[in-house]
């Protein structure tokens, strides 16, 4: 194999391209069948029980996420990870989801009581099978991830949610809210089928502790930040249920669909694809550092564009596509624009805290996000309802991004070192496509306008960036190829740069 640890070759650049592609695909499709079900079973439900729906799915995610002990991030990072480290890996994962879902069966009543809800205490008490699926999966999908082998990962995602999705609306009409707990059980399953026959493993039942604790030393930060993290999102949530009521949650959850949908994309693409990326260049940080450089700048490229133009078309968004009874998303929309912005720092630091083997620092991180949402939760919603959420979101947020960037010096001391041009172009460009957007939507009102305005700002936001890449010579379009050759293919034909046909990146990595 073409492939040393501790440098990129382009073999593995290559695959980490391939990779990036089949993420992308699979969470903008996953993401997508999911809005599509939510609107699909708002509609058919109506406000009382879309507002059920908004809480069982607080207590799903809450559920799912505290099954999370950090085995598969474990074996990813670890080299040379063997078959009894695998089964040990699967074993902790399964007991431990089978003491969460007891556990979680037996709060049931009182989380139902929390949201002032008591139809969902049996909604809550049949989902809690579902961490027991998802656990029962095949542990050979750490190898598919470590081998940035995300195809045959990205169809076992899209058959739970295309199962869940379809079965669901199938059943809504005889079953009801019901129907929202058929779905994801039946997506859970089909998926724990499609893993074994796509990432192969005999399971077998193992407490061998000598092939478990290195696995627990590393996986016991993130599974301490999978009990704290979803602590602070359920407090808010619980706030606005409380105290404004479940009108004002279905605003909030249906506002966070829409305005995290891209960084959730680009954070679960960029995650998932650079966490294994970085575990192979624990030894040689310089390239790590480039690394680092070249995927912050290529979030920025296409994250800050689409969060401006969310900010600047949420009314148009709003009025003729979800409808007048959702014009209250609006400014909670627009709040939460701004965390996605803030954010994005976050967002890419956290793969390279993992990947170089500081799963601690993101556990910290993870608590200060949540203790300050639980601190202002209360406060800022009881003021300002799901407006209130949002900046409560902003805040935290901020917070931890100056923190964060204070533990990346740590790792990498030279990291913001000749960034800030190629951000300044992305700000540039970004803007002037924003501003395009809203003086379209301004002069031609109605859907017609809002698809004007979005193909008008992608095509200016576009040209004045390469523009800008040509001019000062910020050569961010010909690292991308070099780095991720599959993935900038258009890219590259567009801006009529060759590929490299050097075998790796030069001494020192990317320009």
């Known amino acids: 194999m073409a492939e040393r640890f501790g440098t990129v070759t382009k073999p593995l650049a290559s695959r980490a391209g391939n990779a990036l592609t089949w993420k992308i695909v699979q969470l903008v499709g996953v993401k997508l069948i999911f809005l599509a079900r939510v609107f699909v079973l708002g509609r058919m439900l109506g406000p009382g029980e879309f507002g059920l729906f908004a809480v069982s799915l607080v207590a799903l995610d809450f559920l799912l996420k505290i099954t999370d002990f950090g085995m598969v991030p474990a074996l990813v990072q670890r080299p040379g990870a063997e078959r009894r480290h695998y089964d040990a890996a699967w074993t902790v994962g399964l007991l431990r989801a089978g003491l969460v879902a007891l556990a979680v069966f037996a709060a049931a009543p009182f989380i139902a009581d929390l949201f002032k809800e008591p139809r969902a205490t049996d909604l809550v008490r049949v989902l809690a099978l579902r961490p027991l699926l998802d656990a029962g999966a095949s542990i050979g999908v750490a190898q598919l991830t470590r081998q940035l082998r995300f195809r045959p990962l990205a169809w076992i995602q899209f058959s739970d949610a295309i199962v869940g999705t379809a079965l ?19 997506g859970s399953l089909t998926s724990l089928i499609v893993s074994y026959i796509l990432a192969p493993h005999r399971a077998r039942l193992s407490l061998d502790t000598e092939a478990m604790l290195p696995l627990l030393r590393y996986g016991r930060w993130i599974f301490a930040r999978a009990l704290v993290a979803p602590l602070g999102t359920a407090m808010l949530q619980l706030a606005i249920t409380r105290q404004v009521g479940v009108a004002e949650l279905g605003l909030y959850f249906l506002a966070c669909k829409v305005a995290f949908l ?18 192979r260049l624990q030894d040689n940080l310089r390239q790590a550092t480039r690394t680092f450089q070249l995927i912050l700048t290529g979030m920025f490229a296409v994250l800050l564009p689409a969060a401006l133009l969310l900010f600047v078309l949420a009314p148009a968004l709003v009025e003729h596509v979800l409808g007048p009874r959702w014009q209250g998303t609006v400014p909670v929309i627009r709040v939460l624009v701004w965390v996605n912005v803030v954010g994005l720092v976050g967002d890419a630091i956290i793969p390279v805290l993992k990947g170089l083997g500081r799963p601690s620092r993101v556990t910290l991180l993870g608590v200060i996000q949540s203790g300050l949402l639980i601190l202002l939760a209360w406060e800022f919603s009881g003021r300002f309802g799901a407006v209130g959420a949002g900046l409560t979101w902003l805040v935290a947020t901020g917070a931890t991004q100056v923190l964060g960037i204070y533990l990346l010096r740590q ?29 379209i939507v301004r002069l031609e009102a109605g859907l017609a306008g809002l698809v004007a305005a979005i193909a008008a700002s992608g095509l200016i936001t576009i040209g004045l960036f390469w523009t800008l890449d040509r001019w000062l010579k910020l050569n961010l379009a010909r690292n991308l190829a ?3 050759p599959e993935v900038v293919t258009a890219w590259t034909l567009v ?17």
Do not use: C
Not at 176 to 182: H, K, N, Q, R
Not at 420 to 430: C, D, H, K, L
Not at 495 to 507: C, D, G, I, L, V
């Open 168 to 186: 669901s609306i199938a059943l809504v009409e005889p079953l009801g809210v019901w129907a929202l707990v058929a779905g994801p059980l039946a």
């Open 262 to 279: 891209p960084t959730e994309v680009a954070s679960g693409v960029i995650g998932a694809v650079a966490f294994p990326l970085y575990a």
């Open 411 to 439: 790792l990498l001391p030279q990291v913001w070192v000749g960034i800030a041009p190629s951000v300044a172009a992305i700000v540039a460009a970004s803007l002037a496509g924003a501003a395009a957007a809203w003086g």
């Open 482 to 484: 070099r780095a991720f």
């Open 495 to 511: 801006t009529r740069f060759p590929r490299p046909r050097s075998a790796a990146p030069p001494e020192g990595g990317l320009k």
